[in-house]
């Protein structure tokens, strides 16, 4: 077993969410969409699908930090500070919407 085996044994990493699935796809598009349609792409698509994924944490009993910690780790995955104005603007929406009442 290699090093890099040794360091995923035992490590299970759960499956994403519907919520997480769409709002990686949203920062996808709108990181594509950026360059035809302005440094902000879809940013109703990314702010709804942002608040979809916060709620959702928020519901499951995730506290603020790991609330924006696993935010700020799709929104990197995603685009990888290839465009800071849509990772500003998701963390905002998120942020928001933790903390907003449904």
Do not use: W
Request: net charge neutral; hydrophobic share 40%; aromatic share 4%.
């Amino acid at each position: 077993m290699g090093l890099e085996e040794e360091g995923k044994a035992g490590q299970v990493k759960p499956e994403a969410s519907v919520a997480e699935v769409a709002f990686r796809a949203a920062l996808l598009r709108s990181h594509a969409a950026g360059g035809a349609r302005g440094p902000m792409g879809h940013v109703g698509e990314v702010e709804a699908a942002a608040a979809q994924f916060c709620r959702e944490l928020r519901r499951q009993g995730h506290p603020p930090e790991r609330m924006l910690r696993d935010a700020k780790r799709v929104i990197h995955e995603a685009i990888d500070g290839d465009n800071v104005a849509v990772a500003e603007r998701a963390v905002q929406s998120c942020i928001t919407h933790y903390y907003r009442k449904d």
